[in-house]
């Protein structure tokens, strides 16, 4: 099945500067890549995504790329800012379900 | 339009005892999905529903779970005889279609703890 690898597990940045996220998947079958930023106490929240035909997306601060020969994937986040703090998943999707990474606790420092 | 709601927040239980967790899609949205994560983990997919009807249930320990989505009502999350390792957020997500097609939106989750 689909296996979903993602690192950096922690990451601190200084406020102002980019934090990258990266990611591989195992499963060719999969075309949709999902990011989620998941806050305290809270569920999952979807923050951008990118289908198999696409190489790259971005919204506003937020950029995604995909490699689908390599089976890599990241997040860009540009000009962070603390509310950008918390854990943010990738995941892949070879069928009806999400397989999700581990995740990335992403710790904006003043 | 309301997003996914789940109930109750937390849910404490005794060990052998039942859980069941609810959880109402958005509007519009017949799939229903649910994921396990234990802490600092991610999620775990458990199952995937439609109205009535069971689609894939490969990630759902076999014994003590089980799911539910009826054509009236929320989807039920069932853990008989709870044991301490069940202590995990459970979340419940929605789409419109299938994930392959459509993203999936997370309810806020529902934080049991076995005693």
């Known amino acids: 099945g689909e296996n979903v690898e993602q690192h950096p597990s922690t990451l601190s940045v200084q406020e102002g500067d980019s934090a990258v996220i990266k990611c591989t998947y195992s499963?060719?079958?999969?075309?949709?890549f999902p990011w989620y930023k998941q806050e305290l106490g809270k569920g999952p929240q979807l923050i951008i995504d990118?289908?198999?035909?696409?190489g790259e997306k971005k919204d506003q601060r937020i950029a995604v790329t995909l490699n689908k020969t390599a089976k890599h994937f990241s997040l860009h986040i540009t000009e962070t800012q603390p509310e950008d703090s918390a854990v943010y998943f990738c995941?892949?999707?070879?069928?009806?379900?999400?397989?999700f990474g581990k995740g990335t606790r992403l710790h904006i420092l003043p | 339009n309301a997003g996914v709601m789940q109930n109750p927040r937390h849910l404490v239980r005794r060990r052998g005892q039942e859980a069941r967790l609810r959880c109402s899609p958005m509007?519009?949205?017949?799939?229903v999905y649910w994921y396990r994560q234990l802490p600092e983990e991610g999620l775990k997919f458990m199952v995937y529903?439609?109205?009535?009807?069971?689609?894939?249930e490969s990630g759902m320990p076999k014994e003590r779970f089980s799911a539910e989505f009826p054509k009236e009502g929320p989807s039920i999350l069932r853990i008989q005889q709870v044991v301490r390792g069940d202590s995990a957020a459970y979340f419940c997500?929605?789409?419109?279609?299938?994930?392959?097609?459509?993203?999936?939106?997370f309810g806020p989750g529902t934080r049991l703890l076995v005693l």
């Open positions: 997500a929605s789409s419109p279609t299938t994930a392959a097609q459509e993203t999936q939106y």
């Open positions: 509007k519009g949205h017949s799939h």
């Open positions: 995941a892949a999707t070879p069928g009806d379900k999400i397989i």
């Open positions: 499963d060719s079958a999969s075309n949709y």
């Open positions: 990118i289908r198999s035909n696409v």
């Open positions: 529903l439609q109205k009535e009807n069971i689609i894939d």
